[in-house]
């Protein structure tokens, strides 16, 4: 830090410089990142409740407000009427949340080590949180990329404390079996967690394919929880995670006494909380409705599908499995991914590399065109021809 501060000239310079180190969404060329663009008139919410902390919602009652209605429009999305919870940081917390609140569950009747059931394609952010909590996670195996449901219960020990199910995988975008996940979980009295941070924004607007039906969500009876994120599908500005819960009495479990503030007590991980983000989904699920969301969602199915025939068509190309959602994993024959990214990033590409399967990975979130696509397509197979 300087002795004395800066011309602000000289600082938005310097900011813009900054700035263009950046990649753009408008590009069209971030195809590994499940964010995009935000929405501007939810940028314009943002900036009207930038100063708001929902972390002392006695000061900021009408952001406390929108955060209720939020969460009743989002449970309501999702099947559950009377749904509590709030609007956090991202999945990562939201997940740390559901967690908590079924350790302690565990430990009212239980002394030993918690365990949590996870299929191996679970989030990183559960190796994160198990360490944190102390909790032992125990990993399921996949069939067709999916967790196995046929052996969960040979995982199920007494000290389970919960099972975690996939709406929308990290790698693939693949939909867990959470209806006979959700049968397993009731059957052994098990907290159930759904981590739908990117398929919650999906799935609910997707047109129903009564062949390959996905279900998710609350109306599966012993799905206690669920994590959805605005900021992904949903076109909030980042940060804008969710976290909705069943029962009101689980989010309690996460309560501690705020003396010096406006309420007596908070429930969240967060203590200074913006109340922005909260604006922005608030402003968001007004202005788009169902209606709205379902045009952007089939916009970017369409365009996976698109793309999925596209690829299809290259003979060097091996597509790891078909899409349940916006994202697309393949390999290119004899070459392996990494050196793949590397090329395809020098030509100014940004692409991910999943690790489970070890793969080329596209996310076909709405900042994507169909131009793009073109293009991308394109370049990769010149640069397969290079090879």
């Known amino acids: 830090m300087l ?15 900054f700035k263009k180190m950046n990649m753009t969404y408008e590009s069209g060329r971030i195809l590994g990142s499940m964010c995009t663009k935000p929405d501007p008139i939810g940028l314009k919410a943002y900036k009207m409740f930038i100063e708001t902390n929902l972390g002392d919602p006695g000061l900021f009652e009408g952001s406390a407000k929108m955060e209720s209605q939020v969460i ?26 559901a967690m908590t609140i079924a350790k302690y569950l565990f ?8 365990e949590v059931i996870l299929p191996c394609n ?4 559960f190796k994160k949180i198990c360490p944190m909590l102390s909790v032992k996670p125990v990993y399921v195996p996949l069939k067709d990329y999916r967790m196995d449901c046929s052996v969960i219960e040979e995982y199920i020990t007494d000290n389970t404390m919960a099972i975690v199910a996939l ?14 996940i959700s ?45 959805i994120d605005p900021h992904k599908m949903g076109l909030a500005p980042v940060p804008a995670g969710g976290i909705i819960i069943r029962d009101k009495k689980h989010l309690e ?26 604006a922005a989904t608030w402003t968001l699920l007004n202005y788009y409705g169902k209606s709205g969301y379902k045009r952007i969602v089939n916009e970017s199915i369409s365009l996976t599908k698109y793309t999925y025939n596209q690829l299809k068509q290259i003979p060097q190309i091996k597509l790891t499995c078909k899409p349940d959602l916006n994202i697309i994993s393949f390999k290119v024959e004899n070459m392996d991914s990494k050196l793949l ?13 999943s690790e489970n399967p070890y793969a080329m990975r596209l996310v076909l979130m709405p900042h994507v065109k169909k131009e793009h696509i073109t293009e991308f397509i394109k370049t990769l197979k010149k640069v397969i021809e290079e090879k």
């Open 3 to 17: 002795d004395d501060g800066r011309n602000v000239d000289s600082i938005f310079r310097d900011l813009e410089e």
């Open 253 to 278: 479990k996460l309560s501690v006494k705020t003396p010096y503030l406006t309420k007596e007590k908070q429930t969240t991980v967060v203590g200074t909380r913006t109340g922005a983000s909260t």
């Open 183 to 227: 049968e397993i979980a009731q059957k052994n009295r098990l907290y159930l967690h759904v981590d739908a941070a990117f398929g919650g924004f999906i799935i609910p607007f997707m047109k129903n394919d009564k062949s390959h039906p996905l279900n998710f969500d609350f109306s599966c009876e012993g799905v206690d929880s669920i994590t």
């Open 107 to 114: 430990l009212e009747n239980n002394s030993g080590v918690p």
């Open 72 to 97: 009743d429009m989002l449970g309501k999305l999702l099947h559950l009427d009377d749904a509590s919870g709030h609007i956090v940081t991202g999945g990562t917390e939201a997940n740390f949340m």
């Open 122 to 125: 679970a989030h990183f952010s």
């Open 341 to 353: 990214q590397r090329k395809l990033l020098k030509l100014g590409w940004r692409v991910s590399v």
């Open 167 to 180: 709406a929308g995988s990290t790698e693939l975008g693949l939909v867990d079996d959470i209806a006979r």
